[in-house]
């Protein structure tokens, strides 16, 4: 469907509150109604990137807008596990978000399940050891990401594991972008409300596939003591019990996005040759885009390829929207972001700062079709440091979700204007062009 530059944006969409000055890239959204034809699974895949990828069915895709609807869920299929648990995450903190966690893990151990967990040593630094200490004497299994070690080298700290994975029985699994803390909490429950993306996968392939990609991250870490159990593992069926807790437990609106049969691809850039796997699965993806290309990313400081890309998709005619965080934990990012923001408005890319609290997303969806929900930033850390995971999902009806939800949150950031950009004191230039000669080490 092509886009008419004479149509005015529907009601409720634009700058929020805010006068804003004139854009000369005209409307914000210059589609009116959703991509008018869906493709089949199929087309999808032929269309944006199979070759490359590998796919299995889900028997669901749940998209989870923030931690009031992804911990819920996460925490009702620990509680049903029966098998074995396996929760991987960069930051976990002693607060009441991550001590909810440590005790659903100590029940599930209760319970006769394996379970384990590996968090990023740099990450979860401030995690104490008493929090620890209670999760081994329950018979939980605990492993560090990449320690400070004698034995290893200094640079090997630069490595850091920053996928959020949990796999439940290997029949329910979950990732995206949120830590495990209280900064994600809702304001109204004394959290500071982050703004976030995950994704809750239903099926034994993908739970599988999630899961051997735990097992990678597992082998490379550093447990804390050996944990062997000679605990026979039950023979289970996880799914009616696992739905019969989330009907109870569960907080998702009514109007939750849940996909049925969805092809999904767990990408990982575990090994070294592997580096660039996620990075060419956004090019290719961009490259194809017909419509649209929604974006919203936490640290967005794109290298010159993928620059490339969206200003090439916006010359052709795509509506390109990119969502950065305007209050960022990490304020040295954004400058080193707005460095590059002259370049992408000149190109045709539509930029917009959330500015509500930290805007953490990692996920992109195109032409209605391709999702990408995980924990990739557009940075030099993802690309090259860090082990990072994403869930590509080849499905229409997730993607029109996840593209409902993006606008959503652009109706509620402030757009950054071109003329006013150019405007900014020279102090300010200075200072993001510091920042980005220092992107590499961010």
């Known amino acids: ?125 401030s995690l104490p050891r008493n929090f620890v200490q209670e999760l081994l004497d329950a018979g939980v299994a605990v492993a560090a990401f990449h320690p400070l070690l004698v034995q290893r080298p200094v640079w090997a700290l630069n490595r850091r594991d920053h996928r959020k994975i949990l796999v439940v029985d290997d029949a329910i699994a979950f990732t995206g972008g949120m830590n495990l803390g209280d900064e994600y909490a809702p304001v109204s429950d004394g959290g500071q409300g982050w703004r976030d993306t995950h994704v809750g996968l239903e099926g034994v392939q993908v739970g599988r596939a999630l899961r051997g990609l735990f097992e990678e991250g597992w082998r490379q870490a550093t447990p804390y003591r050996a944990v062997h159990s000679r605990r026979t593992r039950l023979q289970h069926t996880l799914r009616r019990r696992w739905a019969s807790l989330l009907r109870r437990k569960d907080r998702t609106p009514s109007t939750a996005v849940i996909s049925q049969g969805a092809p999904v691809s767990l990408v990982s850039n575990q090994l070294l040759r592997q580096r660039w796997r996620i990075h060419r699965a956004y090019l290719k993806a961009i490259r ?69 609290s930290v805007m953490h997303a990692k996920t992109a969806v195109i032409d209605d079709a391709w999702s990408i929900v995980g924990s990739y930033n557009f940075d030099h850390r993802s690309l090259l440091h860090q082990l990072e995971c994403v869930a590509v999902i080849a499905d229409s009806s997730f993607a029109r979700g996840l593209r409902e939800q993006t606008l959503h949150d652009i109706s509620r ?27 590499h080490w961010l």
């Open 288 to 356: 194809r885009a017909r419509h649209y290309v929604l974006i919203e990313n936490a640290y967005f400081i794109p290298n010159r390829s993928v620059r490339r890309a969206l200003i090439a998709a916006a010359g052709r005619g795509v509506f390109v929207g990119v969502v950065t965080s305007a209050l960022s934990d990490v304020p040295i990012t954004n400058y080193a972001s707005r460095w590059l923001y002259d370049e992408l408005l000149r190109g045709g890319v539509r930029l917009f700062e959330w500015p509500h």
């Open 413 to 439: 950031c402030h757009e950054v204007a071109y003329a006013t950009h150019r405007q900014r004191p020279t102090w300010q230039k200075l200072l993001e062009y510091t920042a980005y000669l220092l992107r």
């Open 1 to 125: 469907m092509e886009s008419s530059p004479d149509r005015e944006p529907a009601a409720g969409e634009g700058q929020g509150k805010a006068a804003a000055p004139p854009n000369p890239l005209g409307p914000p959204f210059p589609w009116q109604e959703p991509v008018q034809h869906a493709l089949r699974h199929e087309q999808i895949l032929r269309r944006y990137g199979r070759p490359s990828l590998r796919f299995f069915r889900a028997d669901t895709a749940r998209l989870l807008v923030n931690a009031s609807q992804a911990f819920p869920q996460m925490l009702a299929a620990i509680d049903a596990a029966e098998a074995h648990v396996s929760l991987e995450t960069y930051t976990l903190r002693d607060d009441r978000t991550g001590r909810t966690f440590q005790q659903a893990l100590i029940r599930a151990a209760a319970r006769g399940a394996h379970v384990r967990l590996l968090y990023d040593w740099i990450g979860s630094f």
